[in-house]
């Protein structure tokens, strides 16, 4: 029944070492997000996908990167991880751009 | 100053208590809203949509005055489930219908 997907659920990494967080879907949603959770704080908008188009938020640092092979996979790419990054790594999917965001379970990335 | 403010936790308050949370939004290009729920290391999951005209949804009514830019969410009877961090959510007209987050207030029910 699981909608929407993430693995893995949590992840320990070493600083500056490249990390892939993977999110799939059930849902054959168009759009696809990925949000940063710190602590404490709100979770905030990285990129999304409308279908194949790339979105990236103007203050997502260039540490981060994405990727969609098809409908149903997106992966977030840290390329060097700093101790900054450290958070829950959140997926979102949705039909259109103006409707309802499902929410994955979410990615607790730790780096030492 | 943030685009979505919400009042700072956490509040702590008895079973069967009422309890008022309050939003602001700074950006008038906002067309919709909405309040989600956040339990402990979980995803955020809607709880409403928020309508002019304010709208209800069991123990939970949920108001927005846009002359104002303001949303609330008011919990009746709490239980004790009903603890978890409440997010004011906006989402704009344009930027391809973003969501921006407010960070959340925790709500403590307590037997």
Redesign the interface.
């Known amino acids: 029944d699981a909608m929407v997907i993430q693995n893995p659920r949590y992840q320990v990494t070493q600083f500056g070492k490249p990390v892939t967080l993977s999110c799939s879907q059930t849902l054959n949603h168009n759009v696809m997000y990925w949000y940063q959770q710190k602590s ?6 990285l990129f ?1 996908y ?1 279908d194949k188009d790339f ?1 990236n938020e103007a203050d997502t640092p260039d540490n981060f990167q994405s990727r969609r092979p098809n409908t149903s996979f997106c992966f977030l790419d840290i390329r060097s991880p700093g101790l900054g990054d450290a958070a ?1 790594y ?1 997926c979102a999917t949705s039909v ?6 499902y ?4 990615t ?1 990335l730790l780096v030492l | 100053r943030k685009e979505v403010e919400q009042d700072p936790g956490p509040f702590n308050v008895p079973e069967g208590a009422t309890v008022a949370f309050n939003c602001t939004y700074s950006n008038s290009a906002s067309q919709s809203f909405f309040w989600y729920r956040q339990d402990c290391r979980k995803e955020p999951k809607l709880l409403m949509s928020v309508y002019s005209s304010g709208n209800e949804d069991g123990r939970f009514t949920a108001q927005l005055n846009r002359a104002s830019q303001y949303i609330s969410l008011l919990i009746r009877d709490s239980k004790l489930s009903d603890s978890a961090t409440y997010l004011c959510v906006v989402r704009r007209s344009n930027q391809g219908g973003k969501l921006i987050f407010g960070q959340g207030t925790e709500l403590s029910v307590k037997p």
Do not use: D, I, V
């Not at chain 1, 259109?96 to 965001?101: A, C, D, K, V, Y």
């Not at chain 1, 929410?103 to 979410?106: A, M, N, R």
């Open positions: 404490s704080q709100a979770p905030k908008l999304h409308y979105n829950m959140l259109g751009s103006q409707e309802t965001q929410f994955g379970p979410g607790r």
